[in-house]
């Protein structure tokens, strides 16, 4: 089994690494660019940056999902169904963007948990624990394994593309985050799962490439919300079933950076009366900038601080194995 793995790693890093190229001389010709803008804080970079990852990403990912997974299933399904709306709304609020306007919160709110309803109408979803008192498994009442499936998946989407502020960061961190859930997955003997997220360690890795400072391509929000969608789907499949009160915090731990920094932006900005949604400069990244910390730095710390984090989730993993 290791060895298909190993090749399915090999198979979704090569179809990313050689799409991204002429993608990113299709987004010259298109336009499809990140361009800096010196009244916007957030962005850092100094030349027009293509934004055409997203679709090398999803490519890479969708292809070698389909040479491993095991017939085409009402799950199979819903995850494409789900990425492929997160890739069309994530396309227009991109397009907004190089056009240097923004794209409304309401229908991207509105695209994000339609896509994590049809996750959890296909059967991935959070389903109980194991009760640690009496050893038997407590399955939650329909009415509650909806808002929690509905709110994990969107909230995860959210964070990952939040994250997504500065060259190789939200990239980097959902390539631990992925790694780490692939080790649970082999480990909680889910092989599917497994499967999942050996491939996104794949298409992450081999844009990290292309992405790593100083960037010579984006994956906007197109790519940044696929990759969170996949993260907590993944983790529904995986970490989540069959889960005692201890492993809760395994897939938790594993997004520990991002999940953690916005909660405290999402909160900043709900304290100081701003929208959730408005983009400012008060995440983690930013904050590190402004102590001095350059780029490069300020992206192998938070490397630093994630891997502590999924250190952590591997360690509780253990435990409960006990």
């Avoid at 394994?145 to 995860?156: D, M, N, R, S």
């Amino acid at each position: 089994m290791a060895i298909s793995y190993a090749i399915a790693f090999a198979i979704s890093f090569l179809i990313v690494y050689v799409l991204i190229p002429p993608l990113g001389k299709l987004a010259f010709r298109l336009d499809f660019v990140d361009k800096p803008r010196a009244d916007v804080e957030r962005k850092i970079h100094r030349q027009p940056i293509p934004l055409t990852a997203s679709y090398a990403i999803f490519i890479g990912f969708i292809a070698t999902y389909f040479i491993y997974v095991h017939g085409f299933t009402l799950q199979t399904g819903a995850i494409i169904a789900g990425s492929l709306l997160l890739l069309t709304i994530g396309t227009v609020d991109d397009w907004y963007k190089t056009k240097g306007k923004d794209f409304p919160s309401l229908p991207k709110f509105i695209i994000q948990m339609s896509a994590a309803v049809l996750v959890y109408a296909s059967g991935i979803r959070f389903h109980g624990f194991d009760n640690p008192l009496t050893g038997q498994f407590m399955n939650f009442p329909e009415w509650l394994q909806f808002p929690l499936t509905v709110l994990w998946i969107f909230g995860v989407t959210t964070v990952i593309n939040f994250s997504d502020g500065m060259d190789g960061l939200a990239g980097g961190l959902s390539a631990i985050s992925a790694g780490t859930l692939f080790v649970v997955a082999l480990a909680m003997g889910q092989s599917e799962s497994a499967m999942m997220a050996i491939i996104l360690v794949g298409v992450t890795v081999a844009y990290l490439r292309y992405n790593k400072p100083p960037a010579k391509v984006f994956m906007g929000d197109a790519g940044a919300t696929f990759l969170g969608f996949i993260l907590a789907v993944i983790a529904l499949d995986g970490a989540f079933k069959q889960a005692t009160v201890l492993s809760i915090f395994i897939p938790i731990l594993a997004l520990g950076v991002p999940i953690f920094d916005n909660l405290f932006v999402v909160a900043r900005r709900l304290i100081q009366g701003k929208p959730i949604y408005q983009a400012d400069a008060s995440q983690a990244h930013y904050r590190l900038l402004r102590t001095g910390l350059n780029p490069k730095q300020v992206v192998l710390f938070l490397y630093l601080v994630s891997s502590c984090f999924s250190l952590f989730s591997i360690i509780l993993l253990l435990l409960q194995q006990q």
